[in-house]
T-cell receptor, first 112, second 114 residues
Framework: GEQVEQLPSILRVQEGSSASINCSYE??????FPWYKQEPGENPKLIID?????ERKQIQELIVLLDKKAKRFSLHITDTQPGDSAMYFC???????????FGGGTRLTVRP | NAGVIQTPRHKVTGKGQEATLWCEPI?????VFWYRQTIVQGLEFLTY????????DSGMPKERFSAQMPNQSHSTLKIQSTQPQDSAVYLC????????????FGEGSRLIVV
């Protein structure tokens, strides 16, 4: 089955700087790559996603890049704020309605 | 919309006892997923249903775990003879199958096996 690797597992940045999280996947058939944010004691929530027909997607301060040849995708948070501190999970799936395989997660801390 | 509803939110059970977790998906969602979350293993896929039919249970420990979806409004995850290593947050999620895989997670059921 699909395997998703996510790095780094821990990321600490200064407020106002950028944060980058990288994921790689194994199954070239994967075609959907969402990112979830999970705050302490809460459930994971979708923040941005990208499909295989795109290379870049941006929603406000969130940028997702997809390199299908390298089977890598990444999340970039520009101008980080303390409220961005949370666990972030990348995921991949290969078919609409199929299960998501998640990366191991990144704990992001934004220092004021 | 109430979102995905999971009960109980917390459960403490003794080793060897049975635990049953319930999930009510978002109305109209045809796909229901069960995941297990621990600090060490992260988010592990267990099983999922589409239109109440089991589609993929490849993540389920076969001997003691079972899941059912008797109707479109609820699914259950049953763990028999619970072990301390079963302690985790069990997350249920639902989606409109075929609509881009946006999974909406419930708040989770925290199971502690003592």
């Amino acid at each position: 089955g699909e395997q998703v690797e996510q790095l780094p597992s821990i990321l600490r940045v200064q407020e106002g700087s950028s944060a980058s999280i990288n994921c790689s996947y194994e199954d070239s058939a994967s075609n959907y790559f969402p990112w979830y944010k999970q705050e302490p004691g809460e459930n994971p929530k979708l923040i941005i996603d990208i499909r295989s027909n795109m290379e870049r997607k941006q929603i406000q301060e969130l940028i997702v890049l997809l390199d299908k040849k390298a089977k890598r995708f990444s999340l970039h948070i520009t101008d980080t704020q303390p409220g961005d501190s949370a666990m972030y999970f990348c995921a991949a799936s290969y078919n609409a309605g199929a299960k998501l395989t998640f990366g191991g997660g990144t704990r992001l801390t934004v220092r004021p | 919309n109430a979102g995905v509803i999971q009960t109980p939110r917390h459960k403490v059970t003794g080793k060897g006892q049975e635990a049953t977790l319930w999930c009510e998906p978002i109305s109209g969602h045809s796909a229901v997923f069960w995941y297990r979350q621990t600090i060490v293993q992260g988010l592990e896929f267990l099983t999922y249903f589409r239109n109440q039919a089991p589609i993929d249970d490849s993540g389920m420990p076969k001997e003691r775990f079972s899941a059912q979806m008797p109707n479109q409004s609820h699914s259950t995850l049953k763990i028999q003879s619970t072990q301390p290593q079963d302690s985790a947050v069990y997350l249920c999620a639902s989606s409109l199958a075929g609509a881009g895989n946006t999974l909406y997670f419930g708040e989770g059921s925290r199971l502690i096996v003592v």
